[in-house]
């Protein structure tokens, strides 16, 4: 006999909308995220989307806000938790590579023709390198190399979300290996 579940319990928050559409542009791109396809693949009527956003656009713009926070922000707050500059870099690595590339990929295909998603992923690159930028002065003590390794560090992230299945785990292993020991002299264990 199964518990009987009440209207409220099947409610969904804004949040639930929110990781479900990013979750839609794993595979899907912006132009495919209708409110109708969103609404149809997580089971809620438009009038629960319509209780949490005023409309599409401000869907979109909570929706990029919520990517900058989930995919960025979270990253590096996990990554602050490290001991030192080495600890914290593999950490970071280790949670940017756990982001879905297809989000990543279906955002930035947005923002080339849309100018208002493209202040979205030039906020969300500048401080992914920043970041980054912050950890290889740690290291090297250099602020010109740091800033050319931060950049050099997000190119190669970039490169290998867009290759997608064209470069294997093992691949991505023995990339990051050869340039934490040869590039950034960052000791790998």
Request: charged letters at 30%; one cysteine or more.
């Amino acid at each position: 006999m199964g518990v009987k579940q009440t209207k409220k319990e099947l409610r969904h928050s804004a949040e639930d909308l929110l990781d479900a559409a990013l979750k839609l542009l794993e595979t899907e791109s912006v132009q495919q995220l209708t409110i109708d396809s969103l609404c149809r693949k997580i089971g809620v009527t438009k009038g629960s989307f319509y209780h949490h956003f005023t409309n599409r656009a401000d869907f979109l713009e909570r929706m990029l806000e919520h990517w900058v926070e989930g995919g960025t922000l979270a990253s590096i707050e996990a990554a602050d938790k490290g001991a030192d500059a080495t600890e914290r870099f593999n950490l970071v690595v280790e949670s940017s590579h756990k982001q879905p590339s297809g989000t990543e990929t279906s955002i930035r295909a947005w923002a080339l023709c849309d100018p208002f998603a493209q202040k979205y992923v030039e906020r969300v690159d500048r401080m992914r390198i920043e970041y980054l930028r912050s950890i290889f002065e740690e290291v090297s003590g250099d602020t010109e190399r740091a800033a050319l390794l931060s950049k050099i560090s997000y190119s190669m992230f970039l490169g290998v979300r867009m290759m997608g299945s064209n470069i294997s785990e093992e691949e991505h292993r023995c990339i990051l290996k050869t340039m934490k020991q040869e590039l950034y002299r960052i000791p790998v264990k």
